[in-house]
Every structure is written in structure tokens, then in C-alpha cells.
């Protein structure tokens, strides 16, 4: 059973940054398929950015293209999301998924919640 947990969120001005991190208990991080996701209220959930650190090219969001960055630790089984340049427009709920262990959507490119069998409980990012 994955159990992810997230940490970093947190209220920041326009243009700052944050970190946020998923903390995964998995054997190897780096046999998933690890997203971040994000929900506004009274939005959907929408694929913010992805890694499958075995292979391929991380995957962004137009909207935050050149402004966050994906990493992770295998070493730690860590997940982070650099947050940079931040606007009002990316205020909401934060979340780290996980699929597999294999590629999946990271291969597809399709970033759909309900294929992702792995959630953390969520973390709080609001821009202002």
C-alpha cells in the first residue's frame, strides 16, 4: 500500500515561491509514474506536472511552463515541486499521485485523476 504525504504549502505573495514535497512509502519512487495535481474550488482537478525519473521528460502545464519545476529524490523517495513566479491563478489544493509501478501516464501524456490509483491528503498553496 503507497501512503503519500505532502508538506510545503503554505500563503505567499504575488511573484514568490514555494516548495512543496511528497514524502512516498514506496520501495523505489523512481518505478512510479509521480504527479503533482491541483483543484481551485469549484474546478477540476488538472495534472500541474509529472516525472517517471526512469526515463523520459517531465511533463508541465502550459499555464505553469517555465515557472515550477519537478524533482525528485530516489534516494529519499521524495517528490518536490519548485514553485516560482507565483500568481493568484495557481491558489488551490496541491495534490502528489502516484501510478504504478510503471510509466503509464507518463508515457501517454494523459493526465487523468481517476487513473491514478495513489493520493496524498492534499496541501494548501494561496496566492495573493
Known amino acids: 500500500h503507497v501512503q503519500l504525504v505532502e508538506s510545503g504549502g503554505g500563503s505567499v505573495q504575488v511573484g514568490g515561491s514555494l516548495r512543496l514535497s511528497c514524502v512516498a512509502s514506496?520501495?523505489?519512487?523512481?518505478?512510479?509514474?509521480m504527479a503533482w495535481f491541483r483543484q481551485a474550488p469549484g474546478k477540476e482537478r488538472e495534472g500541474v506536472a509529472a516525472l517517471y525519473s526512469a526515463g523520459g521528460s517531465p511533463y508541465y502545464a502550459g499555464s505553469v511552463k517555465g515557472r515550477f519545476a519537478i524533482s525528485q529524490d530516489n534516494a529519499k523517495d521524495t517528490l518536490y515541486l519548485q514553485m516560482n513566479s507565483l500568481e493568484p491563478a495557481d491558489t488551490a489544493m496541491y495534490y502528489c499521485a502516484a501510478y504504478g509501478p510503471t510509466e503509464g501516464p507518463c508515457l501517454s501524456g494523459s493526465y487523468i485523476p481517476g487513473d491514478f490509483g495513489y493520493w496524498g491528503q492534499g496541501t494548501q498553496v494561496t496566492v495573493s
Open positions: 514506496v520501495d523505489t519512487i523512481g518505478r512510479y509514474c
